[in-house]
């Protein structure tokens, strides 16, 4: 069994940054695609970013030019450096693990945008 466990979530102005960590309770990251998504009050959950296990991304057009997923292997750890903030960001965000065919999802951090 893996544990995504994410972090840096948190209140923030429009125009803002922060940066979400998961950290994977075993090594299984360089073997697996890593991903970040994301669900609104009353709204259904999203996919924001992917990395692949051999560093390919894809991102969701509303976050382009202000989001990056990155991971660093050796640190078991996928990151989600988001700037630019709106409020539209404001979401619980969750951290996946696609891993030989098995799914892994993280408790999700909040992250909320003031205007």
């Known amino acids: 069994q893996v544990q995504l466990v994410e972090s840096g979530g948190g209140v923030v102005q429009a125009g803002g940054s922060l940066r979400l960590s998961c950290a994977a309770s075993?090594?299984?990251?360089?073997?697996?695609?890593m991903a970040w998504y994301r669900q609104a009050p009353g709204k259904q959950r999203e996919l924001v970013a992917w990395?692949?296990?051999?560093?390919?991304?894809i991102y969701v057009d509303s976050v382009k030019g202000r989001f990056t997923i990155a991971r660093d292997n050796a640190k078991n750890t996928v990151y989600l450096q988001m700037n630019s903030l709106k409020p539209e960001d404001t979401a619980d965000y969750y951290c996946?693990?696609?891993?030989?065919?098995?799914?892994?999802w993280g408790q999700g951090t909040q992250v909320t945008v003031s205007s």
């Open positions: 996946n693990a696609y891993h030989y065919g098995h799914a892994y």
């Open positions: 075993r090594t299984i990251l360089p073997a697996a695609d």
């Open positions: 990395i692949t296990s051999g560093g390919s991304t």
